[in-house]
T-cell receptor, first 114, second 112 residues
């Protein structure tokens, strides 16, 4: 069983569309994250949720809205997609507290905006 | 400011060579945690090691070893007798509050 699973793996769409990426973890973790990896491989945190509550929002545009229906799921909705949104998006989760526990990552969703 | 610097963008070696990936960090915290992750060509991020700031002992795991030196704020990673399967992008990261701050990564290519 995959610990952190995200779907879809690949997402190709036109500018202006709205799309969602889903993430589920079966590890029983309380905290989940979304990270964005750009074309230069730079990894940057976007959001963090703890027990369905937003903990971190790293000045991400309002077009990005995370939703956590329960602590095992953290979905990412993106409205009015732009070319610059093309990247690989990683979902992650961790056990804890403490907050310094390692992150378990999903396999990534490669988003291409045309 | 919290920051992680991986100055080596790309390293190429031939199989069986030893290779060291550098990582330098900045933090004002007295207690902190450092990590290394591997990202193979398949794309997933694989946890390699976590080290806290109170433990300066070097760690060895098979062909992998880590050298943590607080005096120089470095947490370097050495692969001994490299293999083609070691080809990947390697990320050093610093734990800050509730998130990981990643370095820009070092792409390692091991040629047969």
């Amino acid at each position: 069983d995959t610990a952190v699973s995200q779907t879809p793996k690949y997402l190709v769409t036109q500018m202006g569309n709205d799309k969602s990426i889903k993430c589920e973890q079966n590890l029983g973790h309380d905290t989940m994250y979304w990270y964005k990896q750009d074309s230069k491989k730079f990894l940057k945190i976007m959001f963090s949720y703890n027990n369905k509550e937003l903990i971190i929002n790293e000045t991400v545009p309002n077009r990005f809205s995370p939703k956590s229906p329960d602590k095992a799921h953290l979905n990412l909705h993106i409205n009015s997609l732009e070319l610059g949104d093309s990247a690989v998006y990683f979902c992650a989760s961790r056990q804890g507290p403490p907050t310094n526990e390692k992150l378990f990552f999903g396999s990534g969703t490669q988003l291409s905006v045309l | 400011a919290q920051k992680v610097t991986q100055a080596q963008t790309e390293i190429s070696v031939v199989e069986k060579e030893d290779v060291t990936l550098d990582c330098v960090y900045e933090t004002r915290d007295t207690t902190y945690y450092l990590f290394w992750y591997k990202q193979p060509p398949s794309g997933e991020l694989v946890f390699l090691i976590r080290r806290n700031s109170f433990d300066e002992q070097n760690e060895i795991s098979g062909r992998y070893s880590w050298n943590f030196q607080k005096s120089t704020s470095s947490f370097n990673f050495t692969i001994t007798a490299s293999q083609v399967v070691d080809s990947a992008v390697y990320f050093c990261a610093l734990h800050n509050t509730d998130k990981l701050i990643f370095g820009t990564g070092t792409r390692l290519q091991v040629f047969p």
